[in-house]
């Protein structure tokens, strides 16, 4: 058997058209020409080798007999082929090389592929237009030879809309026969949802004189949706009027795919497939847009209390876990019509509209702050946490969206330092305290960089002895912008300015400096300790663990006498990170703050490498008020002594109570009734009978002692 060799289609196509009696001319995507056949040089009266490789706006000038006007022969060719993409018809007042006039018909088809586009031009004068049909017949096989080759569906319809002739490659777009693509077969290809829509659009486009064009959906009987782009275009008969049209469709399902896989990527977040931070601010600027009332939208801003000890504790793949369970969880609250976003992090809003009422806005609020609360189960462990939420109310007229995200915010900042675990409602108030605290916030760099900061000293006192046993250093900002910032507003400011770091370290230096000058003045003993509060924040400073080494050996600082204070709340955040136990291989002693303000304190307490103790000291207020009180302490004391712990009794402030903290067991105590903090030179001052002899005579009466006056 002879072997053919393959020829590709396009060459089979130049064969047939070499046949046509039309006047057929092909370009690359560039617009060069690549082919000019028999009939069109004999229509122009021009040799193809002369211009085969040549722009085709050079032939269309040529041809264009309007010579003065050079741009409109361009403009011809760039609506014609470049911006159209489809079928277009042009009637174009042409001349033959001779100079003849000619009156054309351009017909534009693209015939290429996404990677290999091209255009043919089939040109035709208007005169020799074929309307008769016996010529039909004769030309209709050239056509259908011409168009079966073609990369894309090709149908002509007569104008009734009855289809003459499918290509094959609309049968294979359509899954149609031939057969039943004729007539009006080939409308049961478009999606039933688009048919409508689809043929108004094409009808009105055609009537204009326009070309149609439009991504639409095919689907088989089976339901296999193909997505193809048509352009369509009225042929024109002799008289100018629309004869039929011809429609050419491109499958572009693998298109839609990709630009659907991309849409989903841009407007979803990947971990919990809820919205994204862009589909939040659009849907939050078409609520308050659509609102008709101006308290009609609410917004929900909240994040995860203490996120950051599950990640550091469990690691990060199950904190994602647990943020893609809050995701369910959100969703499971959420109404139709209502946007949950994740904005990043465990930050995650949801905007409720149409709900018109604060009432509705709190019962969303309180249900996903309980819900958000009940037990996680992680990777076969059970994980506890807590939500913070802020409600901003917005809506017609009232507001613009980045002032309502602004506003929660806000309002989610306040339930954060309220205690977490809760919702808060926007409120103007919560916007003058927001300020204050901004102004606070840039006016701490200047505190420190100024020296404004001071640290104050609070004696540790031995109740049996009246002996100052220790000092607790306490960070005063004297300077002040106003008087009444105490170290509960400026510290936590301290930590969001991010100066903890650099201002907590300061004071250790300093209280060990200041140690080292109380000893040498002889106003503590060897055995006083000096005890240094420390934040969260502060302890995860990377540098944290070295800075206190380098302070212990260059303040000549016994680290036997140190004793860092750390909350419940930090010392069970770090516990994992292995800080404490390497500050406590340093030789500093661990004190636990504010005990029993926490929520986590027993259950814990055996594990930490703890060595003392301090009882918060709304118990010792309550102390003669609250019979529990009492049994608190003791309950405490007696905890901590069993684990070999000091306790160490904060807050008094009327020596009466100082025998019930005995009866208790508490040994040591701290407040206003011996001293308040005092500064350095203050205790340089101190007496010294109280350090160094009442440490020497244990056993003094408590009567004997004597508060020390400021
Ligand atoms: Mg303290």
Sequence with gaps: MDFIPPVAPF?????VVDQLNHAYIRCDGDGQILTINPAAERLLGI????????????LIESLVTDMYCPSRASAVYLEAVGWAHGVTAHKLPARHSSGKALELVMHTYHTGTADSPATTFILERVEQRLEHPAERETTLPRFQTLTRLAPVGILELDDQWQCLYANDKWCELSRLGRDESLQTGWVDALHRDDVNETLIALHDAIGR???????????????????????ATGLLGSHGRVSGILIVASDITERYRANEQLRIIAHRDALTGLYNRTVFLDRLATALESAVSPVEVALLFLDLDGFKAVNDTLGHHAGDALLRQVA??????AQPGDTVARLGGDEFTVILSRRFARDSAERVAKHIVQRLKEVYQIEGQQVFISCSLGIA????????????VQRADIALYRAKHSGRARYVFFSPELDRARRDHSILVSRLQYALESDEFDV????????????VIGLEALLRWPQAPRQDIGPGEFIPALEDAGLIGPVGTWVLRRACNDYRRFREAGVINANTSLSVNVSARQVGIDTFLSEVEEILESEQMPAERLVIELTESVLVSTFESGVIEQLKTLGVSISIDDFGTGFSSLAYLGKLPVDELKIDQSFIRDLHARPQAKSIIEGIVALAQSLGLHVV??????????????????????GYYFAPPMLRDRVLEFDKSLVVEAAASPDCEQADRKPVQI
Excluded: H
């Design 11 to 15: 060459v089979i196509a130049d064969l």
């Design 328 to 333: 369910d969880r959100l969703r499971e609250i």
């Design 393 to 404: 109310l917005g809506g017609q007229g009232k507001d613009d969206d980045d002032k309502l």
């Design 456 to 467: 104050m000293y609070q004696p540790q006192v031995d109740i049996a002895s009246g002996a």
């Design 209 to 231: 004189g326009l070309t149609f064009e439009r991504e639409v959906r095919l689907q088989t009987p089976l339901g296999q949706i193909t997505w193809i782009s048509i352009s």
């Design 649 to 670: 009794a904060e807050g008094v402030e009327d020596g009466s109570v100082l025998p019930m903290l005995s009866e208790c067991g508490c040994t040591t105590y701290q």
């Design 47 to 58: 040799a193809a080798e002369d211009w085969n490789g040549s722009p085709i706006n050079w």
